[in-house]
């Protein structure tokens, strides 16, 4: 059974959600309780997470027998941020402790806020946003954590998400309380206010606490960092200067464990452990690059793509070289790297790495659009640089690997693929003549043949590359009249269409071939004489006789 519905309450594959209605559904569950005891009966042992919107939903704790099964909770509305002010919501913030004391089975819980319509942790609330009576009920929290662990009122291995110490002293006695009574292998869960060197010292004390500073557990937690920024799909993952200090220490003193043996799924596990599952956790930049630099095997998948560099190249360029289970992704992040830094001086860079030809090779995976996209996309970013570097694609063979794609059935290859024979045809015309002779025109014709019915932003982009073809407006050598003129019956079409852009391409085309092919050309200029006030702009970027 998947799914079941009791009284406005959804139960999907396990989780309990009240979010489906505007009432209060936990109160409507609560009320059939005595009226549908054999349905909660059924029912609720199958649940095994809820999520709590409100205060008031905590009064499911009522019918928490039922709740057998339950391993997770999700706790969100703890605070609402909303710009410079954030508001502490403290019923839940005194309620929700005790309220965990009825789940005898409960391995997680999780502590969310709003910030929006988006959810995030409390490590991503500055603590002056708080006032100080707010700040004081969540001390009393923390401090309500502390003496639940202590009088084992919840589950010794209960791991606590999204909580920290809003206070900055040095001598906290709710951090160090926190040091003292959580179990030793849950300190880590929380971000404590203590410097790092004073909570290993009170950790040091406690009965097993060498040995956990020392352990894998404690370096797993680590590998979970403190929290630069923290929303409901994401959070980014910084390594502080005690963390990484302890992190060398551990590595350092083990004997019993090789932390850099450890393969880039143990890594990964360990780095999302300490969120909740549906947030999608990124390494910033200086995370990902000090996990390499100490050995540890990670995954590029981890590093934050929002903030990808130059200096990050060599990571993504390896496992396109080695076509790891990542291949995808590390072409994204290429095209992606290309379009936000600009060609210059990036292009040159990539060049060197000799990931060109991987990339020309790909255009040739008939088995895989996606591959045959993105490298056809990154190869268009290439083609924008200097003429060298146009000249090394040129001479790695991609010209006839991207006319073969204006033929793909895909439907986003082609126009991709003209892009980047546009790109090498405008860098000069040895390179346009190529890209005739390479048998491109007659590809591209047919892809325009439809033009009324396919969208207007690949109407463009046929159009400007069969005017980059039939001269462009830079070049001065004329291309051979026997491969360009097979354009005149669609173009003549193209001045009458309804985009500007595309007759004003069309007109060029016409104005390029003109000079050097009137006779020729005949009665194809009467059909545009009408539109050359109207463009006479382009007069500039016609080609000399």
């Known amino acids: 059974m998947q799914y079941i519905c009791i009284c406005n309450v959804l139960?999907?594959?396990?989780?309990?959600?009240?979010?489906v209605s505007i009432d209060l559904p936990y109160d409507s569950l609560i009320s059939c309780a005595s009226t549908s005891r054999a349905i909660l009966n059924d029912a609720l042992?199958?649940?095994?997470?809820?999520?709590?919107?409100?205060?008031?939903?905590l009064r499911i704790g009522i019918v928490s027998k039922q709740f057998r099964d339950v391993r997770s909770i999700s706790i969100y509305n703890l605070f609402i941020k909303e710009g410079k002010n954030a508001t502490l919501d403290e019923d839940i913030a005194t309620q929700s402790v005790h309220f965990l004391f009825r789940f005898s089975n409960l391995e997680r819980v999780t502590f969310l806020g709003k910030e929006g319509n988006d959810l995030c942790s409390l490590n991503s609330v500055p603590s002056l946003l708080f006032t100080q009576k707010q700040k004081e009920s969540i001390y009393s929290m923390l401090d309500a954590f502390s003496g639940a662990f202590d009088y084992r009122h919840i589950p010794h291995n209960l791991q606590v998400i999204g909580l920290r110490c809003p206070r900055k002293y040095e001598d906290c006695t709710i951090c160090k309380r926190i040091c003292n009574k959580f179990p030793v292998h849950r300190i880590g869960d929380v971000s404590l206010c203590l410097h790092h060197a004073t909570s290993k010292e009170l950790i040091k004390a406690r009965k097993g606490g060498m040995n956990y500073l020392q352990s894998e557990t404690r370096f797993m937690q680590l590998l979970g960092g403190n929290l630069d920024d923290s929303r409901y799909y994401y959070s980014i993952i910084v390594y502080n200067a005690g963390v990484r200090d302890e992190i060398n220490s551990i590595i350092e003193s083990s004997k019993a464990v090789d932390f850099t043996k450890l393969n880039s799924e143990d890594v990964g596990k360990a780095i999302k452990k300490q969120y909740p599952n549906n947030v999608t956790v990124y390494l910033s930049e200086s995370a990902f690059d000090y996990l390499e630099t100490i050995g540890l095997p990670v995954s590029i998948d981890y590093l934050d793509p929002k903030a990808t560099r130059a200096e990050n190249l060599k990571h993504i360029v390896k496992h396109i070289m080695e076509e790891t289970d990542l291949l995808q992704i590390s072409l994204n992040r290429m095209d992606h790297l290309l379009a936000r830094q600009g060609p210059d001086p990036l292009i040159q860079r990539v060049v060197e790495s000799g990931v060109l030809p991987k990339l020309v090779e790909l255009l040739q995976r008939d088995d895989d659009?996606?591959?045959?996209?993105?490298?056809?996309?990154?190869?268009?970013?290439?083609?924008?640089?200097?003429?060298?570097q146009v000249e090394e694609i040129v001479r790695l063979g991609a010209i006839?690997?991207?006319?073969?794609?204006?033929?793909?059935?895909?439907?986003k290859i082609p126009e991709s693929a003209a892009w980047a024979l546009?790109?090498?045809?405008?860098?000069?015309?040895?390179?346009?003549?190529?890209?005739?002779?390479?048998?491109?025109?007659?590809?591209?014709?047919?892809?325009?043949v439809d033009y009324p019915t396919i969208d207007l932003k690949s109407v463009r982009t046929y159009t400007w590359v069969l005017s980059t073809l039939c001269g462009g407006m830079y070049l001065k050598t004329h291309p051979d009249y026997k491969l360009a003129s097979q354009s005149l019956s669609i173009l003549s079409e193209l001045v009458h269409h309804r985009d500007d852009q595309v007759v004003a391409d069309a007109c060029l085309a016409l104005s390029c071939l003109s000079h050097r092919y009137s006779r020729a050309l005949g009665g194809v200029l009467g059909e545009v004489s009408y539109i050359g006030s109207r463009y006479s702009r382009y007069d500039r970027y016609r080609c000399d006789p």
């Open 11 to 19: 139960i999907y594959n396990g989780s309990l959600y009240s979010a």
């Open 45 to 57: 042992p199958l649940v095994t997470t809820l999520h709590i919107e409100k205060a008031s939903h």
């Open 369 to 388: 659009y996606n591959l045959q996209k993105k490298a056809s996309d990154i190869l268009t970013n290439v083609a924008l640089g200097t003429s060298k």
């Open 400 to 411: 006839p690997s991207l006319v073969h794609l204006l033929g793909s059935p895909d439907s």
């Open 422 to 448: 546009g790109n090498i045809a405008s860098d000069g015309f040895d390179h346009r003549d190529l890209v005739l002779h390479a048998g491109a025109m007659q590809p591209l014709l047919k892809l325009l």
